[in-house]
């Protein structure tokens, strides 16, 4: 393979030209899921994260609301390979447990409303420079959890994930 062919396997770096407004990005493997929304028209998703275009802001915060909370990890669990520290690569297994953003369903709407209030909440932890993203990372889970938004998320992302089953 030639080394620009390497650079871009698959076409991942070129389909991502013109960058499209508002973009879904979550980690390809790692024991927590980890999504966020990227409105950077400018960046670029490197080859160990997936990403997706988004329509509008709320369906943004649905997705990434239920990719990383704790209900879907939970779920998708048993499925995934195992590695030297536990459960890696869920990526191909949450999107067969999400179903699409729908802006009539109120469950679909609930889940965006509860995403942006722990936007909101995550913004808030002040994080030292440096700071290691699994520090991070747990000091935001643990004022979402003080918040009660956690709680909130994961009961609504049980029921998301009942109704998809039926």
């Given at each position: 393979m030639s080394f620009s062919g390497r650079v871009d396997y698959h076409r991942g770096l070129v389909s991502q030209f013109p960058s499209p407004p508002l973009r879904v990005v979550y980690a390809a493997s790692g024991s927590k899921p980890a999504a966020a929304i990227l409105e950077d028209r400018d960046a670029v998703v490197e080859h160990a994260l997936y990403w997706a275009a988004i329509e509008t802001p709320d369906e943004a915060r649905y997705l990434t609301t239920v990719i990383n909370s704790e209900v879907l990890r939970a779920t998708v669990e048993d499925r995934q390979a195992r590695g030297q520290w536990g459960a890696r690569h869920f990526d191909r297994l949450l999107a067969s447990a999400i179903p699409p953003f729908d802006p009539a369903c109120p469950l679909h709407t609930a889940?965006?409303?509860?995403?942006?209030?722990?936007?909101?909440i995550a913004d808030q932890v002040p994080l030292k420079d440096g700071v290691h993203f699994t520090t991070a990372r747990r000091q935001i889970r643990t004022a979402l959890a003080e918040d009660g938004v956690a709680g909130e998320v994961d009961s609504l992302v049980a029921e998301l994930l009942r109704s998809v089953t039926r």
């Amino acid at each position: 393979m030639s080394f620009s062919g390497r650079v871009d396997y698959h076409r991942g770096l070129v389909s991502q030209f013109p960058s499209p407004p508002l973009r879904v990005v979550y980690a390809a493997s790692g024991s927590k899921p980890a999504a966020a929304i990227l409105e950077d028209r400018d960046a670029v998703v490197e080859h160990a994260l997936y990403w997706a275009a988004i329509e509008t802001p709320d369906e943004a915060r649905y997705l990434t609301t239920v990719i990383n909370s704790e209900v879907l990890r939970a779920t998708v669990e048993d499925r995934q390979a195992r590695g030297q520290w536990g459960a890696r690569h869920f990526d191909r297994l949450l999107a067969s447990a999400i179903p699409p953003f729908d802006p009539a369903c109120p469950l679909h709407t609930a889940l965006a409303k509860a995403g942006h209030h722990a936007q909101t909440i995550a913004d808030q932890v002040p994080l030292k420079d440096g700071v290691h993203f699994t520090t991070a990372r747990r000091q935001i889970r643990t004022a979402l959890a003080e918040d009660g938004v956690a709680g909130e998320v994961d009961s609504l992302v049980a029921e998301l994930l009942r109704s998809v089953t039926r």
